[in-house]
């Protein structure tokens, strides 16, 4: 489906609210209905009917639309942030006594859910590297029904084989759940290579101005209903319309954000690449990424997340760089309209930094 069309058009019906060229914000809790029968009918289908904002809500739906057609899914379920996405994606596929494997460093509260929650109703995690589809394959069990992939990777960007893992993993009748925050569907197309769900954070470069939190989910219509069905509702994670509104606005602009950060992270990249006072840099589109043939064959763009790693192994020589940056902001998150610098020292205890520990000099830059 052409770009334009879905962020523009798909989903609008202009003619329902006096055509106005942005869409209202259905601030409803509840939808009346004229008979018996047709409440009747709702309850028996709440997925296809208007009933309650816990459920389905116009505006959600217009938002719904264009980010299953973005992903190329059959369908897409929106939720009030990426962790409770995931979080569902991942409790719809699970029960007592499975087994799930994992990238070593999935988003970090991703793995506190495997750890500390999935862990205490009997789902145990393997967590690889993941590198190959061989790994995959040796840390299958019998009872493994859920491979979670994050390609590229939080800090150094390790990717996945996706469609080789996704080929294989229907063999066994296993569950692909992917976060495709770094790419957006714009740059890797998962759903594609065969990825039964694609998660992304909202927050990130779907909203884009740093200013509202989602999540979202895309597959086929059977497991987002699926989803719907037991965890969207129970739970009640679902996002407000206000929300989904700021995120349709977002979406108006995702192409021209997108191909202005993936510019400014090409000139970045070139510029630190070369600098005499830097050791490495992180980043899948740069010659030296250890997975640099995978990166140009499976994603259309690598941009905005690049991390490098200082000549000066000095804790305080890492802070006086973040802190010395004029146009960066120190914070967590990323995918908005403001640069920013995070250490990964920040997050180690004073008396636990090693110098020697390539990981700990870690600096990520997002543009
Ligand atoms: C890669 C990745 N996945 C998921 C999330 C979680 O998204 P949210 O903050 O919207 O819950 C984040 C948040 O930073 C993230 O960076």
């Excluded at 995690?125 to 840390?139: M, P």
Aim: with cysteine; aromatic share 12%.
């Amino acid at each position: 489906m052409n770009l334009s069309y879905i962020i523009n058009e798909l989903g609008e019906d202009r003619e329902q609210y006096f055509n106005a060229v942005s869409p209202p914000i259905m601030q409803a809790s509840n939808f009346a209905f004229n008979t018996i029968d047709e409440l009747s009918k709702a309850f028996a289908d709440e997925m296809g009917t208007y009933l309650y904002s816990r459920g389905q809500n116009p505006t959600v739906d217009i938002l719904r639309k264009k980010l299953a057609a973005l992903d190329g899914a059959e369908d897409c379920l929106v939720f009030n942030n990426g962790a409770a996405a995931t979080f569902a994606a991942v409790m719809a596929n699970v029960k007592s006594g499975d087994h799930i494997v994992s990238v070593k460093d999935p988003y970090v509260w991703t793995k506190k859910a495997f750890d500390n929650i999935f862990s205490r109703f009997g789902v145990s995690t393997t967590y690889i590297e993941g590198k190959d589809l061989q790994e995959w394959q040796s840390a299958t069990q019998a009872n493994t029904v859920l491979y979670y992939l994050e390609s590229p990777n939080s800090w150094e960007y390790g990717l996945q084989p996706l469609q080789e893992i996704a080929d294989f993993a229907k063999t066994k009748n296993i569950i692909t759940i992917i976060d495709n925050t770094y790419c957006t569907p714009i740059y890797q197309n998962v759903i594609e290579m065969g990825i039964d769900i694609a998660m992304q954070t909202a927050t990130k470069y779907i909203g884009g101005h740093s200013d509202t939190l989602g999540g979202v989910l895309c597959g086929s219509h059977a497991m987002m209903r699926k989803i719907f069905e037991s965890e969207y509702l129970t739970i009640g994670s679902g996002i407000q319309p206000f929300n989904a509104w700021a995120f349709i606005r977002g979406l108006r602009t995702l192409p021209a954000r997108l191909e202005r950060i993936n510019h400014t992270t090409k000139t970045m990249v070139e510029f630190l690449s070369n600098h005499p006072k830097i050791e490495k840099i992180i980043f899948p589109f740069h010659p030296s990424f250890p997975q640099y043939e995978l990166a140009k064959k499976q994603m259309k763009e690598a941009f905005g997340l690049v991390t490098i790693i200082l000549k000066d192994k000095k804790r305080e020589s890492i802070i006086r760089f973040c802190e010395s940056l004029k146009a960066f902001l120190i914070a967590v998150s990323w995918g908005g309209h403001e640069s920013l610098v995070i250490p990964r020292c920040a997050g180690i205890r004073k008396e636990n930094y090693n110098p020697d520990s390539e990981k700990h000099r870690q600096i990520r830059l997002y543009f």
